[in-house]
């Protein structure tokens, strides 16, 4: 082979390589979507969510992020008097689900990995 079919085989074969790996490493992480749905009584105030960025949620709203690295989300919740902390993302519980569904009704909050069936995991509390 002269230089530049050599030069021209190792580009290509650095682009072979990297396409594997990054496919690899997308495939193994499986990371959800997250929501988190405002069920709170209609017409009651926005809830403030803190997930990593702050953002109003009013009743009836589903929010929805892609996790994008497979760590621990800690969330945060305010509504008139009440807060609460959970964690919106738990890789060793949630790592591999299509998605992960949090409920916010005003008697907790649920989780779900399939928008069905729903675990309280979280209470609201008051000082
Ligand atoms: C979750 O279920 C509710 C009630 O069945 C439905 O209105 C909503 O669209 C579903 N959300 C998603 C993201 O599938």
Redesign the pocket.
Known sequence: MTNRGVSLFLVLACIFVSTIASAKEKGNHHLP?V?V?NALPKNSEPMSLQCGGEKMLNAGE?Y?WTVEENKLVYCEAFWGRSFASWHGFQPRRDVGRG?V?WLVKDTGFFLSWD??SWVRKQLWETE
Do not use: F
Request: aromatic residues 12%.
């Open positions: 979507a929501h749905i589903d929805q998605a569904y928008n069905s």
